[in-house]
């Protein structure tokens, strides 16, 4: 494995939360709410964590109804009954230490708070696997059938995790992140299913227990492969991050946007997620030098920047439909322009009206962001995972880049 070389960023960066640079003063009031709160909170699934949930409605279909109402609840009176605790989401803990690497390469010295997430990312992996990987801190289960016990593996949430321990063997020349990340790498690729395995293109599975081809945590898997196969020399990661790319593009409609997944029922298609898609897309090329898919990620691009947004920056949730607006499609659209902005001239612009809208629209006085924002009405709960990790980690990655957005705003 190549060995990384530890730079002590040079330069404290103090804040006020009074500050004109509204970046800055948006994050200094988030990172402070969520670091009060020891990065612990409720989710939109988290009902079925509770200590006095009966035993009968933990059963399906009954168990699914109930996370579903206690979903569209403006309140927690639910969690109240049920004694729901807050807990330290290991999703959550990978976004936060991506910000906190962000941070720290615009020049604060964020690596004591990296440290204590890296502790907790030990603590919170999946029990029963060899590798590192992480799964949700609650049971998921669908109407149709699948379900997810609490901290069984599944790859979207073990991706950024890998990206977060691989950022911070990046910044802080970190070993033992680098080792942790290594192993995530280990895992998709021994762990995983592979439902479409060809010469031309792989897709890798959502979790180790079923087949199924959904679009993003693929296209999230190669570019991290891409990646990691670079940093620590595993020549055979790159085949197979080109054959995922290759099966996203494949997937790709006429109109540059992807479905969520195969299934009929997988038909739609999102904002945050295409987001996913067109990171994935970047990543993979910036990590591999191989431009073979660009065509595909400007399409994606213009789909994504002319559709899935209002004319006042607000992302519509679906291509045919806005609301709610939700803080997790405003967060990773933030991520998106401001990853584009080098290289598509309208980033900037679209990135800073998003921003406008957000912070005008979704934040708290606390500083802590919105759930959702519907019609006629506004779910002022404040998810940790859905909305305050992804905040934290866009407003983060913002603000290491912030030259490239804030002029225009």
């Known amino acids: 494995m190549d060995t990384y070389s530890y730079n002590q960023p040079s330069l ?43 035993a009968w409605l933990r059963r399906r279909p009954l168990n699914w109804i109930l996370i579903q109402v206690n979903k569209q609840l403006p309140n927690h009176s639910l969690r109240r009954l049920f004694a729901v605790p807050r807990s330290k989401n290991p999703k959550a803990l990978g976004l936060f230490l991506l910000g906190y690497c962000d941070l720290a390469r615009g020049g604060e010295d964020t690596y004591a708070h990296a440290l204590l997430l890296k502790e907790e990312l030990k603590r919170s992996r999946c029990p029963k696997e060899h590798n590192f990987c992480w799964g949700y801190d609650w049971d998921y289960v669908s109407l149709r059938g699948s379900s997810m016990a609490a901290y069984s593996p599944n790859s979207v949430a073990s991706v950024f995790c890998g990206q977060a321990l691989l950022e911070m063997a990046e910044v802080f020349g970190d070993w033992e992140a680098a080792e942790m990340a290594s192993s995530v790498g280990s895992f998709f690729v021994s762990r995983l299913n592979r439902p479409v395995d060809t010469s031309r293109s792989v897709c890798f599975s959502y979790t180790p227990q079923n087949q199924t081809c959904i679009f993003n945590t693929s296209a999230l898997i190669g570019a991290f492969l891409a990646r990691l196969g670079k940093a620590v020399s595993k020549l055979e990661y790159q085949p197979l991050a080109r054959r995922a790319m290759q099966y996203l593009c494949d997937q790709q409609r006429s109109d540059g946007s992807w479905y969520y997944g195969v299934k009929r029922r997988q038909a739609w298609v999102d904002n945050f997620h295409t987001g996913y898609n067109l990171c994935a897309l970047l ?29 006042e920056g607000a992302p519509r949730y679906y291509n045919d439909g806005t609301y709610p607006v939700d803080i997790h499609a405003c967060a990773q659209a933030l991520v998106v322009f401001c990853d584009f902005t080098p290289t598509h001239a309208d980033a900037q612009e679209n990135g800073c009206r998003v921003l406008r809208w957000t912070l005008k629209n979704m934040q708290a006085p606390d500083g802590s962001f919105y759930y959702q924002r519907h019609r006629f009405w506004v779910n002022k709960l404040a998810y940790l995972r859905w909305g305050q990790a992804w905040m934290f980690r866009a407003l983060a990655r913002m603000q290491y880049g912030k030259r490239k957005l804030l002029p225009s705003l």
């Open 283 to 311: 990543e993979y090329e910036e990590a591999s030098g191989d431009a073979t898919f660009r065509k595909a990620l400007d399409r994606g691009y213009d789909f994504y920047q002319r559709v899935m947004f209002t004319s």
């Open 12 to 54: 404290q960066l103090e804040v006020s939360v009074e500050s004109t640079d509204p970046v800055s003063s948006a994050l200094v009031k988030l990172r402070r709410w969520v670091e009060a709160r020891d990065y612990a909170g409720y989710e939109p699934y988290d009902i079925l964590n509770g200590r006095r949930v009966p």
